[in-house]
């Protein structure tokens, strides 16, 4: 068994470099070459998971299929390389720490002085590695978050500097820096990045490649500058230039030769490597960016201030999109603003609309009153999560005449509770949280519309919530045209409802959004998108 290589991507200067996006870049051209590659992130933040972080934080929490609560880096990670991640994927400080003090508590430490080197960095070490030691890898690229020099990455940098030296060329460390054009000057300038990497330096690390952020091309003489003033070989020396779409950049790095580079120092001999097989990512790339005609969608959310808050969504909707040759224009609608009054100017000139998901009752006259409008109109519609269980109450209200129809979550005693709290409650949150998390498998009926969709019975799909269909209202809803036409397989509860009336509008339970890839793109993203274009 070959010994699993690791790279690590940090960054400086400035945050929101696109550090996951790079990384994600580099797995998928080794990917593309054959290899074994899985993506990893490691948060700074003492946070245990991003589970109880509100979305305007950190964006969107991702659900692995294990059920753990993530970084939105791993939507990226699955989007790229459509390979599924776990809960070893993520590592946070507060995980770290967590683990550290359950060992120094049963003893484990046999009485020693627990310090951050080295029983914290060798906690770190042990988290890295666990990806690689069954031997699935051939590669595990990890990102570590934040930006070098601040004090919460301080013990991530120290262990790369131990597994620098304990790994020898099995590993690799990639720095990404920004390079700032001033105006005035009209000229790049270097030192930010110079400055960057004497910090990683200070801390014992010498990267192997450097990747410059940039909105003008380097020139050579530029990338000698960096390479004599940095300590790396000029030809490791890479430009990442702005581009119109995250979904460029590989094919950029790959023009930059940046998984060349990395094979040629960790040993490989390119003449007996495969060369990357890009062809179906180019065939995407280039359907995105040379669609002429537009489809457009309304997202309404309660959250939509900040986009990165339903990031798996919007670029679900890219890819559904770019499949179906058309550019997406999507409006971001807060939900929040939207009542019966203003709806229809609101919503009168999109061809599609998504409810999205969300805790808490905030918002929800909004979208009760975005479904009856793209109810009664004829407009394609997929409600997700919360989407489905509002769906669940307007037609409860608007069509069986419930009109006091809620959930548990609102008022508990209500005999109208048309979503209803799980029954078997799982504690998956230490704070006594009743969450379904990770994947179920779902059972779809053979006479709906999502059975076309998915053209199979059995599918799995990724949960995060907490309340339920109250199952207690299922033979009424069919009766006046809501199937229910997806069924968890184990517990009988509701998973997907229909209006078998309407030209498109189906609510599920699920995080559809989580399973799309660039590669394959999420059949019902691509069936609403193709109902939203076919009017």
């Known amino acids: 068994m070959k010994d699993t290589k690791y790279i690590f991507v940090t960054g400086g200067v400035t945050s929101s470099l696109g550090k996951g996006i790079i990384a994600a870049s580099l797995g998928k051209l080794l990917q593309a070459r054959g290899f074994r590659v899985t993506n990893q992130k490691l948060d700074p933040y003492i946070n245990v998971d991003p589970g109880t972080l509100n979305p305007y934080e950190h964006g969107e929490c991702y659900v692995t299929v294990d059920g753990h609560e993530a970084d939105l880096d791993l939507g990226h990670y699955e989007r790229f390389l459509g390979v599924e991640t776990h809960k070893a994927n993520n590592v946070t400080t507060g995980r770290i720490y967590q683990n550290v003090i359950n060992k120094e508590r049963r003893g484990d430490f046999l009485g020693k002085t627990v310090q951050v080197i080295p029983h914290i960095t060798d906690e770190i070490k042990r988290n890295i590695k666990l990806l690689g030691a069954k031997g699935d890898f051939d590669f595990v690229i990890t990102e570590i978050g934040g930006t070098v020099g601040d004090i919460e990455s301080f013990p991530y940098i120290e262990s790369v500097r131990q597994l620098r030296w304990e790994l020898g060329k099995n590993c690799m460390i990639i720095h990404l820096t920004y390079v700032p054009y001033l105006a005035a000057a009209k000229e790049l300038k270097t030192k930010p990045t110079q400055h960057s990497v004497k910090a990683l330096q200070e801390q014992g690390v010498q990267p ?64 007996n490597t495969p060369a990357a097989d890009m062809v179906k990512w180019t065939e995407f790339v280039e359907k995105l960016e040379n669609a002429k005609e537009e489809v457009r969608i309304a997202l309404i959310g309660k959250y939509v201030q900040l986009p ?36 229809a100017l609101k919503l009168g000139k999109v061809d599609g609309i998504i409810v999205a998901p969300g805790f808490g009752t905030r918002g929800m006259d909004g979208k009760f009153a975005a479904l009856q409008y793209a109810r009664e109109n004829n407009i394609p519609c997929l409600g997700i999560c919360m989407g489905m269980q509002t769906m669940s109450v307007e037609f409860a209200r608007n069509v069986l005449g419930y009109a006091d129809a809620n959930s548990t979550e609102i008022d508990p005693n ?83 409802i229909e209006l078998t009336s309407h030209k498109w509008y189906i609510g599920v339970q699920f995080h559809p959004e989580y399973s799309s890839t660039v590669i394959n793109p999420h059949p019902l993203f691509i069936g609403f998108i193709k109902a939203a274009i076919d009017k």
């Open 308 to 343: 990165d808050a339903y990031k798996s969504i919007i670029e679900s909707l890219i890819h559904a999109s770019a499949y179906n040759n058309r550019k997406l224009k999507l409006d971001l609608i807060l939900s929040d603003k939207l009542n019966d009054e203003n709806v």
């Open 208 to 271: 192997d490649i450097l990747v410059l952020r940039t909105e003008h091309n380097i020139s050579a003489d530029l990338r000698k500058k960096v390479a004599l003033f940095c300590n790396v070989e000029t030809s490791a020396v890479l430009q990442s230039i702005d581009v119109p779409s995250i979904y460029r950049v590989p094919l950029n790095m790959q023009m930059e030769k940046l998984d060349e580079v990395v094979l040629t120092k960790m040993g490989y001999d390119l003449d």
């Open 414 to 496: 209500t005999k109208n509770n048309v979503v209803d709290i799980m029954e078997e409650q799982k504690n998956i949150l230490d704070l006594g949280g009743t969450m379904r998390l990770g994947a179920f498998k779902c059972k779809l009926k053979k006479n709906s519309k999502v059975y076309s969709i998915y053209k199979k019975e059995n599918i799995s799909e990724r949960h995060r919530h907490r309340y339920e269909f109250n199952n207690a209202y299922i033979e009424e809803f069919e009766k006046a045209g809501m199937l229910c036409s997806g069924m968890n397989v184990e517990s009988n509860l509701v998973e997907i």
